[in-house]
T-cell receptor, first 114, second 118 residues
Framework: DVKVTQSSRYLVKRTGEKVFLECVQD?????MFWYRQDPGLGLRLIYF???????EKGDIPEGYSVSREKKERFSLILESASTNQTSMYLC?????????????FGPGTRLTVL | AQKITQTQPGMFVQEKEAVTLDCTYD???????LFWYKQPSSGEMIFLIY??????QNATEGRYSLNFQKARKSANLVISASQLGDSAMYFC???????????????FGKGTKLSVIP
């Protein structure tokens, strides 16, 4: 079974703090993704990675950075958290080259920035 | 312009009835894939079904089927024999192209909230 895990289900941080969200997949997938989900806006892609140490900006990368040092782990970093980064964060992974390239998601992290 | 449009913010269906969730898409790429995901209140996005642009037949997975009308650029999800556990948000998504970094991305619609009534 496909398994994507995220380090926290719920997280509360203060404005200005550095925040790390961790995502781990056990399917040997090349691709990993970070989305944020806000009511009425759907899912928006922040960053993705198609290989170790490789990253590409998505639609809303401002205020975020990412790190992928190992194939199975993809981290999202909020350098200085702000209240407008309060959101649901979803990580996903996919195996490129298959017919569907289906993305499989983790359970999500609900981040609140006070 | 939106690439994925889901016009039904919310829908109700009686238990054991069938329901259709609408999705229209916009692309000029001849090669693309369409996905449906379910998101229960717990938050996890669950993959339901996939349709490729070159697939000759409509995709089916158990109680889920995809009514793919290529000329109309629509990819509606049909859930047969609705169950209480089907109550959730449903998202339609599209992947365009088969080459280059851009082909990895999914574009999501804003979702439809389905409520199944006992």
């Amino acid at each position: 079974d496909v398994k994507v895990t995220q380090s926290s289900r719920y997280l509360v941080k203060r404005t200005g703090e550095k925040v790390f969200l961790e995502c781990v997949q056990d399917m040997d997938h090349e691709n990993m993704f970070w989305y944020r989900q806000d009511p009425g806006l759907g899912l928006r892609l922040i960053y993705f990675s198609y290989d170790v140490k490789m990253k590409e900006k998505g639609d809303i990368p401002e205020g975020y950075s990412v790190s992928r040092e190992k194939k199975e782990r993809f981290s999202l970093i909020l350098e200085s958290a702000s209240t407008n980064q309060t959101s649901m964060y979803l990580c996903a992974s996919s195996l490129y080259g298959t017919r569907t390239d289906t993305q499989y998601f983790g359970p999500g992290t609900r981040l609140t920035v006070l | 312009a939106q690439k994925i449009t889901q016009t039904q913010p919310g829908m109700f269906v009686q238990e054991k009835e069938a329901v259709t969730l609408d999705c229209t898409y916009d692309t000029s790429d001849p090669s693309y894939g369409l996905f449906w995901y379910k998101q229960p209140s717990s938050g996890e996005m669950i993959f339901l079904i996939y349709q490729g642009s070159y697939d000759q037949q409509n995709a089916t997975e158990g109680r889920y089927s995809l009514n793919f009308q290529k000329a109309r650029k629509s990819a509606n999800l049909v859930i047969s024999a609705s169950q209480l556990g089907d109550s959730a948000m449903y998202f339609c998504a599209m992947r365009e192209g088969r080459t280059g970094v851009g082909s990895y991305q999914l574009t999501f619609g804003k979702g439809t909230k389905l409520s199944v009534i006992p």
